[in-house]
């Protein structure tokens, strides 16, 4: 089976602009959580999907966003952007929901970089 | 505090040696995650666990849930093994809570 894919890889956005992210997942799997990784704060939970809808969400302000399709695919958009946003942002894939309880399988990463 | 705290934060060794990684914790869990992020920042998961213990080749993940503490040992350390190991705790609402991540480095 492939594996969880996001694209695009790298971005380069600018104070003010808003990106959009997308995650396939693995065939098969449900579930889809995003991640931010920062050197100062290090990995944390943005939100999870679940059947097109949003099942958890971490402690980020209303500018992070997201949705799943039918199809399982996600996209997450940051609008406003931040300098503080610029990170990696990984998603992961699973079987079911509440991922945390379940192995998770991680995409390679969306670094972004905001000017 | 951190809810999760690894330690050390960096660990170098030589090829061979045996390496414990430890994590630990301060809130309700009800699993317990640890990965592995190579550089340029893919994460594989390696173990998932809530009690007792799990080995996968080389490497042992042990968790004690009463004392809230979990360890991550790699037997026969090679230098492909040098890569940060982050502890996931599973909290409340089924959140994953990250530690700061344990960098390793393996020479030859």
């Known amino acids: 089976k492939a594996g969880v894919t996001q694209t695009p890889r790298y971005l380069i956005k600018t104070r003010g602009q808003q990106v959009t992210l997308s995650c396939s997942p693995i065939s098969g799997h449900r579930s889809v959580s995003w991640y931010q990784q920062t050197p100062g704060q290090g990995l944390q939970f943005l939100f999870e999907?679940?059947?097109?809808?949003?099942?958890n969400k971490g402690n980020f302000p209303g500018r992070f966003s997201g949705r799943q399709f039918s199809n399982s695919r996600s996209e997450m958009n940051v609008s406003t952007l931040e300098l503080g946003d610029s990170a990696l942002y990984l998603c992961?894939?699973?079987?079911?929901?509440?991922?945390?309880?379940?192995?998770?399988?991680f995409g390679p990463g969306t670094r972004l970089t905001v000017l | 505090k951190n809810e999760v705290e690894q330690s050390p934060q960096n660990l170098t060794a030589q090829e061979g040696e045996f390496i414990t990684i430890n994590c630990s914790y301060s809130v309700g869990i009800s699993a317990l995650h640890w990965l592995q992020q190579h550089p340029g920042g893919g994460i594989v998961s390696l173990f998932m666990?809530?009690?007792g213990k799990k080995k996968h080749g080389r490497l042992i993940a042990t968790i004690n849930i009463q004392e809230k503490h979990s360890s991550l040992h790699i037997t026969a350390s090679h230098p492909r093994d040098s890569a940060v190991y982050i502890c996931?705790?599973?909290?409340?609402?089924?959140?994953?809570?990250f530690g700061q991540g344990t960098r390793l480095t393996i020479n030859p």
């Open positions: 996931a705790v599973v909290g409340g609402a089924q959140k994953l809570v």
């Open positions: 999907y679940f059947s097109e809808t949003q099942r």
């Open positions: 992961a894939s699973s079987l079911a929901w509440a991922s945390g309880s379940n192995t998770q399988y």
């Open positions: 666990l809530s009690s």
